[in-house]
């Protein structure tokens, strides 16, 4: 009996091939090595719907229209969405005129949040679902944990955090040296951390919380940074004391006398006379000290909130003094919290 190869062909061969009349072999014709082909006609239901473009995902703030679009192609399409909410394993025919459109518009609400969307395109010639979509309803930023001031040692790790709720939200961490409030390139996340110089003392730090519902800024935290011989702080650079703030606007040495200008502001909420609170000295390349011979009168009082500048002058050689540092001590709490300064 002879033996019948298979094999499926593609659609416009096999049109082609099945429009084609053979001739049966006589019963007494010879057998030869080569067997008749069998086409197997393969089709597609031709007209029948296909989604060209999937519904995406929305982030939508509470109570906005959140809008979902399918595109298909076919004839005549009729269209019925459905949505599954949170928790449920059904799909429910949703309702509303767009529910039977191409783009399908549902209130957002926090009920709804976590939903997924579908749509089923149909035609006389069959139907497809389309993919899932999810709905994600958000609400303004509300902040949980503002950001706290830190006081660290010049080259520690520091961190500022913030907690905040909404949903989908995003940060940006913003910092203000004294010259207006900038964002930070790559602070984009709840905590925001890097390595602490005496160049970032007194600079507040905040940041901004968004989502599609709206934002929220926090309330500000402020670095304090206590500086180091390898990281002094520099001329015209305020720094904080205990109960003081204070600035070097020059330093400077000549006829074997160190010289420097220091401002003090009253921080305090009375006036008080810092000479009676801080004290300088000059700590020369070798390490050893140097009395300040000019400095801050006891007499001199400073009201609250107000500053004065004072003259500072110690005795020592420019060879000493040359990569020397002031150190400012302030006594007013009890302790003696200081600050090293760059000298000459």
């Not at 014709?29 to 393969?42: D, F, G, H, M, R």
């Not at 959140?66 to 969405?81: C, D, E, I, N, P």
């Not at 609400?139 to 080259?155: M, R, W």
């Not at 905590?191 to 730090?205: D, I, P, Q, V, W």
């Amino acid at each position: 009996m002879e033996q019948i190869r298979r094999r499926v062909v593609s659609t416009g061969l096999a049109l082609a091939l099945a429009a084609t009349t053979f001739a049966a072999a006589p019963a007494t014709a010879t057998p030869t090595t080569t067997a008749q082909t069998s086409v197997i006609l393969v089709t597609a239901k031709a007209g029948a719907p296909k989604v060209s473009a999937q519904p995406k995902a929305l982030t939508q703030a509470n109570g906005k229209a959140a809008k979902f679009t399918v595109k298909a192609t076919g004839k005549s399409l009729k269209y019925q969405w459905y949505i599954k909410k949170p928790g449920s394993s059904k799909w429910v025919k949703a309702t509303g005129a767009s529910a039977k459109k191409a783009t399908y518009s549902v209130k957002s609400t926090t009920k709804l949040n976590g939903s997924q969307v579908r749509v089923i395109v149909t035609n006389t010639k069959g139907k497809v679902t389309s993919k899932a979509a999810k709905l994600t309803v958000v609400t303004t930023p509300k902040i949980s944990a503002q950001p706290k001031n830190v006081n660290v040692e010049a080259g520690s790790k520091v961190s500022f955090t913030t907690k905040a709720t909404g949903g989908s939200l995003k940060y940006q961490w913003q910092v203000n040296d004294g010259s207006g409030w900038k964002n930070v390139s790559g602070a984009t996340k709840a905590t925001y951390s890097f390595t602490a110089r005496s160049k970032h003392e007194l600079n507040g730090y905040r940041v901004v919380v968004t989502n599609k519902a709206g934002k929220k800024t926090s309330k500000p935290a402020g670095l304090f940074v206590d500086s180091t011989e390898t990281d002094p702080m520099l001329a015209n650079q305020w720094f904080s004391l205990a109960n003081w703030e204070a600035g070097f606007s020059s330093t400077s040495h000549a006829s074997g006398t160190a010289t420097a200008k220091v401002t003090v502001f009253n921080a305090n909420s009375t006036s008080v006379k810092p000479g009676r609170d801080i004290e300088v000295i000059y700590v020369g390349k070798s390490g050893n000290e140097y009395a300040v011979t000019s400095t801050i009168p006891t007499s001199a009082a400073i009201g609250s909130g107000k500053e004065k500048t004072f003259t500072l002058k110690s005795t020592i050689s420019a060879t000493e003094a040359k990569g020397g540092f002031w150190v400012i001590f302030d006594y007013s709490s009890g302790g003696d919290y200081y600050q090293i300064v760059k000298g000459y």
